[in-house]
């Protein structure tokens, strides 16, 4: 046959001396120590760590899925703040400050977690530039108080700031962990139960259990963490046992999975239809009241979503238990016009194949209806300055509810008012924003979550937005796993009790 | 020269998209953040943005020459690590890949080489549906296949990770297969013309040994290849994105992909500068490897081409594979492609559904015919210009020799951004964008086909009896290179329609629901194990084009019609897509035997 080239050959020879190409398996720590506790726990993420770690952004959401930082609180299941490092907290002067009592813990480096070493990573991650989002133009200061107590300011009043406290950004690491060029570095320097020791680049990550961890000893021994994009990929890992649990498995692929390894739980993320107020024809009430009344969710939920969302009711979903109860019918609402074969265009993206499919669904209805559709798909970084400057009539977009405060209000007030910085609907009414700062202001939960349904129902009365689905996350859970955490807010995932 | 003016193009990259980098970066760093003018300057002053591009640039550059490739615009790590160790994944794989490719190029033109060393070639034409099939196969798709059939159903392979070289197996076929084939046609198309040579009969009738006679015939062509092998060598390093992500290997593709979505400039002139040497030693080699095969013939015009073998006998075979995808689209054609009715969503195929439904629940039969029109059109007219292009610039070798060698070393999105930002967003532009790429691997085989034929004998021959150079480009170097350059067109015309679709990701070329077949395959590529039919049917109407195409140009004609006389000119042909018929030009692809060149 025919005879090799030369440089084959060489490449060939090279072959071992290669095997540095080859990312390491990350399998080499003792697997399963047998020492009665669980093995290690392999798990797959979805989102590889974009800044080297730095629990600033969103690399912080990947560091506590993995059970390495908390913050002073965390958030339970009904999205209000609980104790995490903070045995508990009470405001001073009308919420302005708050002052937090640590609990007795130690950092990953063997370090007691002192007041003083809480303060300084606070100050840290205020003085970060970009400001992580969860504190976006709230001047955080701390300072300690004591051995075990530290003071949390903020410039204004601030009800939500123990919910902020929740988020990773906020995370605090031995004051080691901090170098001068303003890096945080997480290899054993957190305080979660599981303790960095490898990172090989943005594909993988290596954990051990962190033994004297202030809530016990976590049961896994440590966790073999990758990094894997792309959907498919993660649901065969999953397939083939080569991790225990892989997260965000697409709707596309669970029905490949065996069913007793698909866990599903609501999120609070919707996808909605956001309608342009400010240009184009949905600026008339009466044709946004026509859209409304053209689509159907349920053939969206059921059709595009297998299932694996519920037709929305409002902005608020199953997610956050307290709200199904308390909502009230839209006020305000216009009465429909016919569309008369009038022309617009709907713009979605592609990073979550769904969109593209219930925007393909939404041109169906909305033609039935006596629209003419245009859909213009894209990968979400190249449509989101587009998307902000009125060009198109419509955006199908998947929005978290919750965002980085943990607070349900911040995302009225971000999507719905007038100085809203992600307002796709464009909306600028005055109904809105007085409602929207109304919830704002409010300091006790129960009542703040009254005056956001409030607010709800104005601003579903304008027909801005149409809510389309809540999504629900489906994870792969082998079936060999125990006690894994399904976290509705998406911030824990690994946790002590998580078993193989 | 061209490649400081890559370097400067990417240097300037969002100022020619006009695109804020510091929101791109955002976004990578983290797609939900809320870009409030606050963040974004915080960024653009992180990164020095609000210098000038030219004075970035040349920080950037003097950094390089002390070795430093600067940080990492998003994850402000060091560059130069992170593009080194995914280039010794992707070269590795690559690696594997070329195994691959050239074991199926072996099968492919396996039947030539054994009729052929033992004279019993005749007049048969090229066979190759097989191959033809093979190289228009989607790479998405074969991975998909490979990986979850062999990889997770069977258990035989890992699917994923990249651990040992246990890892590399899957990953190289599904690389390797697609590649191998279209070497394999193009060793084909040129082996019949060798076993016709001199030589070879002086071979055979001295007895000796086939096996020997075959290995001299491919040492004969393997000159015309050479160049090509040398850009899938670039090309398979850079550009297996698709490979890489559903295999999950940290590649240079990946890493060139996500740089140049996020604008992360410095890691993507980084990964493009390392493609662009990997080319300039890939096409050093195989230079130096055509020298060493036939390098004395060349120097002394001593390639002689005495016999030019018959040109194959008309077929049929066309005319079924035409007449097949046109009865599909002429039943598809009364069916509504936009009709969708999520009730009836991944329909196995039945008699109200031949060919199955989507994931949204439209009939995929009526999705193929009535995108068939604007898929080929595009990718007609594509090819087209990419062959003109390319014969017309590897006429010139000198002038587009490093031209190709750049143009392949860029990653097929980062071209599709420079033109968008060049030339704008318009309906062309996609077309334009993969036109700007496609036409390099066929002006390196021009130049590799001609830079025999100007040595051969007959040329001197004609020349002495006092032929002009546009008499010898006219009637004696087109006429002997055009044919195999236009099967190689024709034989990359389903990648080209791909190529087109795979640019809709970034707001260029066909939106949904537009049925249109790259966007067919695109959107049912997740579902490709649950309802493997929504992204076959598109496939398998990819592959018939692509084997009709390559039959066609082997003879499509009906059998009672014989080419009266040589002519120069490239007709249509009788039937098929435009397929120009080229066997009536003359092959003269010859030389004496390789043993002479020592």
């Keep these: ?500 | 020269m061209l490649t400081a003016a890559l370097v400067c193009a990417i240097g300037l990259l969002p100022w020619l998209s006009r695109t804020d980098p510091a929101l791109t970066v955002l976004k990578a760093r983290s797609a939900e953040r809320t870009p409030d003018p606050a963040t974004l300057r915080a960024i653009r002053v992180e990164l020095g943005l609000d210098e000038d591009p030219f004075r970035l640039l040349g920080k950037w550059l003097g950094g390089l020459l002390r070795g430093d490739a600067g940080r990492s615009w998003v994850s402000d790590t060091e560059v130069l690590p992170a593009v080194a160790q995914a280039l010794g994944a992707s070269l590795l794989l690559m690696a594997g890949a070329v195994v691959v490719a050239v074991l199926t190029a072996g099968a492919t033109c396996a039947r030539t080489l054994w009729l052929g060393s033992r004279r019993r070639l005749g007049g048969r034409g090229p066979g190759g549906t097989g191959s033809a099939v093979l190289a228009a196969l989607p790479e998405f798709l074969v991975a998909s296949v490979l990986a979850s059939v062999v990889g997770v159903q069977l258990g035989w392979l890992p699917a994923l990770g990249w651990y040992g070289p246990r890892w590399m197996i899957l990953p190289a076929l599904a690389l390797g297969l697609p590649t191998g084939a279209i070497l394999g046609r193009m060793l084909d198309d040129l082996l019949p013309s060798a076993f016709t040579e001199p030589w070879a009969l002086a071979a055979a009738a001295r007895g000796v040994p086939p096996a020997s006679v075959a290995r001299q015939a491919l040492r004969r062509c393997a000159p015309g290849l050479l160049p090509n092998l040398a850009l899938f060598v670039v090309g398979l390093t850079g550009g297996s994105v698709a490979v890489e992500t559903l295999f999950d290997i940290p590649g240079l593709g990946r890493l060139t992909l996500r740089a140049a979505l996020a604008q992360d400039l410095p890691v993507l002139q980084t990964g493009t500068l390392a493609l662009v040497a990997l080319a300039a030693l890939a096409a050093l080699l195989a230079r130096f490897g055509v020298r060493r095969l036939t390098g004395p013939a060349l120097r002394d015009g001593a390639l002689h081409s005495l016999h030019r073998p018959t040109p194959p006998a008309p077929r049929v075979v066309p005319l079924v594979y035409g007449l097949l995808l046109a009865t599909v689209i002429a039943l598809g054609l009364p069916r509504g492609p936009l009709a969708l009715n999520t009730t009836d969503r991944l329909q196995a195929p039945s008699w109200t559904h031949p060919f199955g439904t989507d994931a949204l629940g439209r009939d995929v039969l009526a999705r193929i015919a009535h995108g068939a029109l604007s898929t080929l059109g595009t990718a007609l007219a594509v090819s087209a210009a990419a062959l003109l292009t390319g014969v017309l610039l590897g006429l010139l070798p000198r002038l587009s020799g490093p031209l190709v060698d750049t143009v392949n070393a860029v990653p097929s999105v980062l071209a599709a951004l420079l033109v968008t930002g060049i030339a704008g967003s318009g309906p062309w532009t996609p077309a334009l964008a993969v036109a700007v790429v496609a036409w390099s691997p066929l002006a390196t085989h021009t130049s590799a086909l001609l830079r025999q034929e100007r040595a051969t004998l007959h040329l001197t021959a004609t020349r002495a009896l006092g032929a002009g150079p546009w008499y010898l480009l006219r009637h004696e170097l087109l006429p002997a290179v055009l044919p195999p350059v236009v099967r190689h067109a024709l034989l990359r015309l389903p990648g080209i329609a791909l190529g087109l679709a795979a640019l809709g990701f970034l707001g260029l070329g066909a939106q949904p629901p537009s049925p249109e077949w790259g966007l067919l395959l695109a959107e049912n590529q997740p579902y490709v194990e649950r309802a493997p039919w929504a992204v076959l049917a598109p496939a398998a109407a990819l592959t018939l084009l692509g084997a009709l195409a390559v039959t066609a140009a082997g003879g499509a004609r009906l059998p009672r019609r014989r080419p009266k006389q040589p002519t120069v000119t490239v007709r249509p042909a009788d039937s098929g897509p435009a397929a120009p018929s080229a066997e009536t030009a003359r092959h003269a692809v010859l030389a004496p035997a390789p043993t002479d060149s020592r």
Aim: some cysteine.
């Design chain 1, 1 to 500: 046959m025919r005879s090799p080239r030369p440089h084959l050959i060489a490449g060939l020879l090279l072959t071992p001396l290669l095997a540095g190409c080859f990312s390491s398996s990350g399998h080499d720590s003792s697997s399963g120590s047998g020492s009665g506790d669980g093995g290690r726990l392999s798990v797959a993420l979805a989102f590889a760590p974009a800044e080297n770690y730095s629990p600033y952004g969103q690399d912080g959401i990947d560091l506590s899925r993995l059970g390495v930082v908390e913050g002073l609180t965390r958030l339970d299941a009904n999205g209000t703040a609980v104790p995490a490092l903070a045995e508990s907290w009470s405001s001073e002067q009308d919420g302005r400050s708050w002052v937090f009592t640590l609990r007795d813990a130690k950092f990953q480096d063997g370090t007691d977690v002192t007041a003083k070493a809480v303060a300084s990573a606070l100050t840290h991650a205020a003085a970060a530039d970009p400001a992580p989002a969860a504190i976006s133009g709230v001047k955080l200061t701390a300072q300690a108080v004591g051995d075990d107590q530290v003071k949390v300011s903020a410039a204004e009043t601030d009800p939500v700031l123990p919910l902020r406290l929740a988020n990773p950004n906020l995370a605090v690491f031995s004051p080691k962990a901090y170098g001068k060029d303003g890096k945080v570095n997480p290899v054993g320097t957190a305080t979660g139960p599981f303790a960095l020791t490898k990172i090989t680049g943005d594909t993988a990550a290596t954990l051990d259990r962190f033994d004297d961890y202030w809530g016990g000893r976590a049961q896994a021994s440590g966790i073999d963490a990758k990094f894997i994009s792309d959907g498919t990929a993660r649901a065969n890992a999953l397939r083939t046992g080569d991790v225990d649990i892989a997260e965000a498995i697409p709707v596309a692929q669970v029905a490949s999975l065996k069913k007793a390894t698909v866990h599903q739980i609501n999120t609070a993320r919707n996808t909605s239809l956001f309608l342009n107020t400010q240009a184009g024809i949905f600026k008339d009430a009466g044709l946004r009241a026509a859209a409304r009344e053209a689509i159907d969710t349920a053939a969206v939920a059921k059709g595009v979503f297998e299932g694996y969302a519920e037709p929305a009711k409002g902005l608020y979903g199953p997610a956050l238990s307290w709200a199904a109860g308390k909502r009230t019918a839209p006020t305000g609402r216009a009465k429909a016009t016919s569309p008369k074969g009038k022309s617009i265009t709907i713009a979605t993206y592609s990073d979550r194949p769904e969109l593209p499919e219930s925007a393909q669904v939404l041109q169906q209805q909305l033609e039935k209806a006596g629209f003419t559709v245009k859909l213009e798909v894209r990968t979400y970084a190249r449509l989101e300055s587009d998307l902000l400057t009125e060009k198109f009539d419509a955006a199908v977009v998947a929005r978290n509810v919750m965002l980085d405060t943990g607070d349900p209000v911040t995302v009225l007030a971000s999507d719905f008012a007038c100085a809203g910085s992600y307002n796709l609907a464009f909306l600028c009414d005055k109904n809105v924003d007085k409602l929207v700062a109304a919830a704002g202001a409010e300091s006790d939960p129960s009542k703040r979550q009254d005056a956001a349904m409030k607010a709800e129902a104005a601003i579903l009365g304008t027909d801005a937005v149409i809510p389309l689905v809540h999504l629900k996350v489906v994870t792969g859970i082998g079936t060999s796993v125990k006690g894994a955490v399904l976290d509705p807010y998406e911030r824990e995932f690994v946790g002590t009790g998580t078993r193989r």
